[in-house]
């Protein structure tokens, strides 16, 4: 069996700025040809091309890992701006609490520099591979419910507009850069730094939960109530036989203790948590094996302890996937809170409780807290909101892919009855109509488009597709 499971391959997809001479994102299914892929290397080799390609009619997109599925980070005939090699921690201050660093630097970046000092961030994705960049530019969220959205956390940034100006921007900026930026999608011109406000690294004691899904919205509301919690998300079952009905909580409650020694954690396991992923994959009885499995695992972690840092570095290698002619995607939906039963009621008329005979299958929801946010114009939580993080495998055939974008249209008409909305930095299964049920900003957001970016330097295919 030990044989067996380390010689699983833990192979990485094969995407991103070189592939067959094209460009692509994480899915690969949206593959251009572009002009040409620049690293950034310094702030004025960055500003030249930008008064350059004003100056020619030439477009530019921003890219860092590539996570957004849906083309966001690239352009036909366009100019990449690779921000990977634009890393640097600029400046700590302890006192403060903040930190200065450019946008191509890793949340892990961010994490090895505050460990030291017994910092840790504020809010962020629950892994840490993704650069602060594009993060922002997806206005991201994480497991954290006190500190509100990840925007809230920048005090200030650097920002190459799209005339090619380098601006000092505060949260009181009369231009309003912020409310575009972030969640901006690259739009808007190039993130070059931020400071960031960050907390304590504290030491959490974690709570583990079996619930129905019928309790979980009054669990919810007064888990807010008791604020003893600083962290916290769930997974909603996708087996057969409790299929939607059962899920599990994962709280980080406050120990009142912090922490500068414990090291960050870093990939353990992947192989033996692929073997169980794998077989859960293939949906039916081995679906119910798999959320069986992950049941047991959460129950032993009850009890323990774990810094905030921690918290924020997921395991993400063993949900690599490279099996030809197939991918997995994800989505994500967002309902308000009080809306949640319901809304998981009425789901299991949408997609199938047993997807082992589908070629669309669905293989995991986990449940995230969304705060209100009035400040991003492409906001997706206008109220407070649950958001479903969804991953969905599907094959790569031109019947197979129409109808995984039934499914999916189905999904958000349904999510849109309930008063919610759809995430963005994934793969345009949406239609645009549905873009535009969900985010009413819509209009203010490309007229500001049009005053900030007067030759409309700045384009993406997503930008293409719902908004050109």
Do not use: C
Request: proline share 3%.
């Amino acid at each position: 069996m030990t044989l067996i499971i380390w010689n699983i391959p833990i192979e990485k997809r094969k995407y991103g700025l070189s592939q067959n001479s094209l460009v692509t994102d994480y899915t690969g299914l949206l593959p251009e040809r572009v002009e040409r892929v620049v690293i950034a290397k310094n702030r004025n080799e960055l500003q030249r091309i930008v008064k350059e390609a004003n100056q020619k009619g030439q477009k530019i997109a921003v890219a860092g890992l590539q996570h957004s599925q849906g083309g966001h980070t690239y352009y036909k005939n366009g100019v990449v701006l690779d921000m990977r090699s634009f890393n640097q921690i600029l400046e700590i201050d302890e006192r403060g609490k903040t930190i200065r660093v450019e946008a191509g630097a890793t949340w892990e970046d961010v994490q090895e520099a505050l460990m030291p000092y017994g910092l840790a961030v504020k809010v962020t994705q629950s892994q840490s591979i993704f650069t602060i960049g594009g993060s922002l530019s997806v206005n991201a969220h994480g497991r954290d419910i006190r500190f509100g959205s990840m925007a809230e956390t920048v005090k200030e940034m650097t920002l190459l507009t799209p005339t090619g100006e380098i601006k000092n921007v505060t949260r009181d900026d009369p231009d309003e850069w912020m409310k575009y930026v972030f969640g901006g999608y690259g739009l808007f011109g190039v993130i070059l730094d931020v400071t960031l406000e960050v907390t304590e690294n504290d030491i959490y004691t974690i709570h583990t939960e079996k619930l129905k899904t019928s309790e979980y919205e009054s669990y919810f509301n007064q888990l807010m109530d008791r604020r003893n919690t600083a962290m916290h998300y769930a997974r909603v079952s996708v087996a057969p036989g409790s299929f939607l009905d059962e899920m599990y909580v994962i709280n980080y409650d406050y120990s009142e203790k912090q922490d500068d020694k414990t090291p960050l954690k870093h990939e353990q396991g992947a192989r033996l948590t692929k073997l169980v992923l794998n077989l859960g994959r293939q949906g039916g009885a081995l679906e119910d094996l798999f959320w069986g499995t992950q049941k047991r695992y959460i129950a032993s972690i009850d009890g323990n302890e774990i810094t905030r840092n921690n918290v924020m570095r997921s395991e993400s290698l063993f949900m690599e996937y490279t099996k030809p002619g197939r991918i997995e995607v994800l989505q994500e939906f967002f309902v308000p809170v009080d809306v949640y039963e319901d809304y998981i009621n009425d789901l299991k008329q949408v997609i199938p409780a047993n997807d082992k005979k589908h070629d669309f299958k669905v293989h995991n929801i986990t449940v995230r807290y969304a705060a209100h946010d009035d400040f991003t114009t492409l906001n997706y939580a206008n109220k407070d909101m649950l958001g479903l993080v969804v991953l969905i495998q599907h094959g790569l055939k031109e019947e197979e892919i129409a109808q995984a974008t039934s499914y999916i249209q189905s999904w958000t008409d349904l999510t849109l009855q309930h008063g919610g909305t759809y995430y963005l930095p994934y793969y345009r299964y949406q239609t645009k109509e549905q873009f535009r049920s969900s985010y009413p900003g819509w209009g203010k957001f490309k007229e500001e488009k049009s005053r900030l970016d007067p030759n409309t330097v700045f384009q993406n295919m997503f930008y293409e597709y719902y908004l050109k």
